[in-house]
């Protein structure tokens, strides 16, 4: 699990865990040890979040992945597919970026 800033700067690392470990686990570990999200700011995190007031998952059962949504596929119908495709989108700029 890696945690970064507005700027992308690497705030917080949580390593060593098998790839098969829940997501759950790994965020409940590293907030036992210090990890705290900022007041009045959230995390983008992928599906295997929860999606609380710190953390923004995708809506599950609903598409997200940008090929869904590239050219020659239809555009997001709802508000839900609106917030995925968003989602995505930040997620893969900030992954680039990073």
Partial sequence: MIACDFDHKITYVSSGWEGSAMDSRVLRSAMSKGFEVPPGKAYLVDGGYA???????????VKYHLKEFGAGHRRPQNPKELFNDRHALRCEKDSRSA
């Avoid at 999606?51 to 059962?61: D, I, K, R």
Wanted: hydrophobic letters at 25%; proline letters at 9%; glycine letters at 10%.
């Fill in 51 to 61: 999606n609380t007031s710190s953390f923004l998952a995708p809506y599950q059962g």
